[in-house]
């Protein structure tokens, strides 16, 4: 039972990655599903959520109209599409899974977390 967190490498500025979050041994129909990055030093951030049913999606500022989080039923993946990527972006990238996306979205307590795949964006 497990996230697995795929897609992450070296872009340049500008350039763009699609992150990809798959789960197995459980099916992430009915979990909210997150990304959080985090750089060595700082603590983790959540990036963007997804509700369970899609239809709601949560973005922090400094990635809004770069970055787009969508969901595939069929094929239980949670993908992250990342445009116009800056130097800022670069982390390590989580995905994680919770039945309520507030606990996502406010730190609570998530049930599942993913391995991480690092983003680096050079200048």
């Known amino acids: 039972v497990q996230l697995q967190a795929s897609g992450g490498g070296l872009v340049q500025a500008g350039g763009s990655l699609t992150l990809s979050c798959r789960s197995s041994g459980f099916t992430l129909e009915y979990y909210a599903v997150g990304w959080f990055r985090q750089v060595p030093g700082k603590a983790r951030e959540e990036v963007s959520v997804?509700?369970?049913?899609?239809?709601?999606?949560h973005y922090i500022d400094s990635v809004k109209g770069r970055f787009t989080i969508s969901r595939d039923k069929a094929k239980n993946t949670v993908t992250l599409q990342m445009n116009n990527l800056k130097p800022e972006d670069t982390a390590v990238y989580f995905c994680?899974?919770?039945?309520?996306?507030?606990?996502?979205?406010?730190?609570?307590?998530?049930?599942?977390w993913g391995q991480g795949t690092l983003v680096t964006v050079s200048s």
């Open positions: 997804i509700t369970a049913n899609g239809a709601g999606t």
């Open positions: 994680a899974a919770d039945p309520y996306s507030s606990d996502l979205i406010y730190g609570g307590d998530v049930e599942r």
